[in-house]
């Protein structure tokens, strides 16, 4: 069955990562994910599907149209990629546990947001809001780490938190500090983990933000943070006892078992 599964786990991950492509290509437009169908946005000729398989399309037409010969941007490959080897990840951790279809689910809202913040500096609603409601939705599931109430807890003080914060900052700097996007974010990523991980995910994110700030971006650049806390939502579903581990910091209890 092992291998079965994996099959079934790429197949199904690329498949998802070519919607997600959907998705990080219409969402900032605010255009239809279902209508039209697939279709090249330069000269507006339909995809069919024996072109449209994840992967292996893209790479036999060299990442281009078939028909005007335009280039298809390389996110589309890399998306279709990721998407199955961290589904992969996930089953390695958790097998075919109520936890790994969780943390799936987790990551397709956080795949497409960390390529339009990343792109267009923007963290669609229409991602965080489905977010948070399918965490506190997950919470309801048992063996799944994280109770209902730890779940609505976690989303509304971090929210709370957030926002206060966030208004802090802009009375006292006079500038935006945390976007609103992010603010709606973080309660999202803490109704799947709970309160007892989110002060270790918040300060992943900060850490990878702080390295990157400081490594490419320039003074008075425009700084897009939502990716990082994709990511290390990402990361510490799939590392965080790991991680605590290797820092030295006591488990007092597991973080990923009821």
Known sequence: MLVVDVVLIIVLGASLGSFLNVVIDRLPRKASLVRPGSHCN??????????????????????????????????????????????????????????????????????????????HKIIPLALTLPLIASGWLWALVPDTFVSFPDSLLASVLTFAFLYLLALAWEKIFRKEGLGGGDVVLFPGVAAYFGMLNIPFIVILACLMGIIYFLAFVRKNTPFAFGNFIAAAAVIWALAGEWLLNLAGLPAFVSLFSN
């Not at 028909?67 to 390695?92: D, K, N, S």
């Open 42 to 119: 330069s000269c507006g000729k339909k995809i069919p599907f024996w072109l449209n398989i994840p992967i292996i399309s893209y790479l036999a037409l060299k990442g281009k149209c078939k028909y005007c010969g335009a280039r298809f941007h390389w996110h589309h490959l890399l998306v279709e990629i990721i998407t199955p080897l961290i589904f992969l990840a996930l089953y390695a951790v958790y097998g075919l546990s109520p936890l790994f279809f969780k943390f799936a689910t987790m990551v397709c809202f956080l795949i497409p947001i960390f390529f339009i913040d990343v792109y």
